[in-house]
């Protein structure tokens, strides 16, 4: 089995829609506070800084999400995320969202982003350092 990445995430209450449910775009915003978490953790660096860390500079390819049991109020829950595939300048991730205690899973998915240069924004390949990382991990 795969490692797992695990982020601690807060959600409040005016992430919230109309019908008390957390609408269904906040939960790519924790999966984007999660994979920010994830590459600090790889990289060693205690922030999110692409001027320094080049391989931080990525888009999104690919997402898949599948919601499975509504999230109906606010607290913690909790992001995991696992390396499924590595390639040249991407690499695709499942993720799962879930509460922090029993077996409530709220959504799961895969993930797949790209590394682009920030001088062209076309893709390139993860440094040698960054990729020897995700492999370890």
């Not at 205690?46 to 607290?75: T, W």
């Amino acid at each position: 089995m795969p490692n797992t990445f695990t982020y601690l995430s807060e959600v409040y209450f005016d992430e919230l829609d109309g019908l008390g449910l957390l609408h269904h775009p906040r939960y790519l915003l924790h999966l984007e506070r999660a994979q920010q978490k994830f590459f600090e953790h790889l990289l060693g660096v205690p922030d999110f800084n692409a001027d320094r860390d080049e391989d931080i500079y990525v888009v999104v390819h690919g997402l898949d999400v599948r919601f499975r049991v509504p999230l109906s109020k606010p607290g913690k829950i909790v992001v995991d995320y696992q390396i499924v595939k590595i390639r040249s300048g991407g690499v695709t991730m499942d993720f799962t969202i879930r509460a922090p205690e029993g077996n409530t899973v709220y959504c799961t998915g895969t993930r797949t982003l790209c590394k682009l240069s920030a001088e062209t924004h076309r893709p390139v390949p993860w440094t040698d350092a960054f990729r020897a990382a995700m492999e370890a991990f």
